[in-house]
């Protein structure tokens, strides 16, 4: 089994230039994206919508913040 990393870009649509370019690791068998939360103020103003727990690769149990940037949710 090999690696798979691509480069990539991560951007806050409504503000364009605030984007965080970088090489990632791919996991093919993810079904969301977690962002290391020092990119959170790099991103613009982002409003945190809850806390959830999620499971890593190696079975630990961290906690993460569900971002988005519109108040409406």
Same mark, same amino acid.
């Given at each position: 089994?090999?690696?798979?990393?691509?480069?990539?870009?991560?951007?806050?649509?409504?503000?364009?230039? +605030?984007?965080?370019?970088?090489?990632?690791?791919?996991?093919?068998?993810?079904?969301?994206?977690?962002?290391?939360?020092?990119?959170?103020? +790099?991103?613009?103003?982002?409003?945190?919508? +809850?806390?959830?727990?999620?499971?890593?690769?190696?079975?630990?149990?961290?906690?993460?913040?569900?971002?988005?940037?519109?108040?409406?949710?």
């Amino acid at each position: 089994m090999g690696r798979i990393v691509t480069s990539l870009t991560v951007a806050n649509a409504v503000e364009p230039d +605030r984007e965080i370019r970088c090489d990632a690791l791919v996991d093919t068998g993810t079904t969301g994206l977690l962002l290391p939360m020092a990119w959170k103020d +790099r991103l613009g103003s982002l409003t945190s919508i +809850r806390t959830v727990e999620m499971e890593t690769a190696d079975q630990r149990v961290v906690l993460g913040e569900v971002l988005c940037r519109s108040r409406q949710y």
